[in-house]
Each structure stands twice: as structure tokens, then as C-alpha cells.
């Protein structure tokens, strides 16, 4: 499975103070989006080793985006946890693939509820950005595993 690298805006501008709250939200979801990048990659073939390495360079890129927008806007970025508890086990090709698509979703929903909670051009770019990122890693991970359908009709909506 091939992905293409994704760009991701790497603004250090302050964020606006009444978004800090969501933002470090979405930080959460990308320390957690790294943890599972690093818990499949266990239980999956040599031909996922691109798109594993494509997926956790992108949220790692957007975490340390993040923590850098964050500190600008005179916030203390939330560390990650030292474990994370995927929403069911981990143990071979088919569940780990389910666990990379929930990861994805659960970083679109965290960017989408940014773009709900600021007025930031800025911000909003870069929330969009990650959002439409996540949702693509996501259907290509949920298309990689014979899901149907492969892509919710609103990425980023709860639920």
C-alpha cells in the first residue's frame, strides 16, 4: 500500500487562547496516532512499511507543529501517554488495519472540532489540512482492510 508524503504547514504563530483547549485535544489524538503507527507495524507485511512510515512521519510532523504553535500561544503542550489502550486488541493484519483507520478518524474529529473553535485563518488552514489528511490516511487504511463503505460521508463528524 502506497501513500503519497503529505505537506503539513508548520506555522509557529501564536494560537488564539479560547482554541487552546481544542488544539490540545488534537494534539492528544496525533501522540495517540503515533503510538498506534508503532503498535501495528508489529503485526503487518513488509508492504505496509511505506504507508506506516509515510502515516507516522505526517503525525509526528504535526505534532511537533502543534506543540511549536502551542508554546508560541504561551500554552504547555500535553505530553503523550506512555500507552495508549486501542479500542480492541491488536493481533494481526486485519485488526491492525482497524486500529490505523480509527486513528485517522480520531485525529479528524479532533481537527474538526479546532476548525468548529477558532476564527484563526491560520489555525483553520492548518486544522483543514490535517483533517483532510487524516480522512484520506483513513479510507486508505479501511480500503486496505475490504471496508465498506470506505469512507464516512463527513470525515471528522463524531461517532
Known amino acids: 500500500m502506497t501513500q503519497p508524503t503529505t505537506t ?4 509557529t504563530k501564536a494560537i ?3 482554541s487552546v483547549d481544542a488544539v490540545q485535544k488534537a494534539l492528544g489524538a496525533e ?16 508492504s505496509f512499511n ?7 512521519t505526517s503525525h509526528r510532523a504535526r ?14 503542550p500535553k505530553s ?16 491492525s488495519l482497524a486500529v490505523l483507520a480509527l486513528a485517522e478518524a480520531d485525529a479528524t ?8 473553535n477558532t476564527d484563526d485563518a491560520d489555525l483553520r488552514k492548518s486544522a483543514l489540512e490535517y483533517l483532510t489528511a487524516s480522512a484520506v490516511r483513513a479510507t486508505r487504511w479501511r480500503k486496505a482492510a475490504g471496508a465498506n ?5 463527513l470525515p471528522g463528524q463524531p461517532g
Open 8 to 11: 503539513t504547514t508548520t506555522t
Open 16 to 18: 488564539p487562547s479560547a
Open 31 to 46: 501522540h495517540a496516532a503515533i503510538w498506534t503507527y508503532s503498535l501495528v507495524s508489529a503485526f503487518l507485511p513488509a
Open 50 to 56: 511505506a504507508a506506516l512510515s509515510d502515516g507516522v
Open 63 to 76: 505534532r511537533d507543529a502543534t506543540e511549536r504553535a502551542l508554546t508560541a500561544a504561551g500554552a504547555t
Open 80 to 95: 503523550a501517554e506512555a500507552a495508549y489502550v486501542p479500542p480492541q486488541p491488536v493481533t494481526d493484519q486485519a485488526s
Open 109 to 116: 474529529v479532533a481537527w474538526r472540532s479546532v476548525l468548529e
Open 149 to 153: 463503505p470506505a469512507t464516512p460521508a
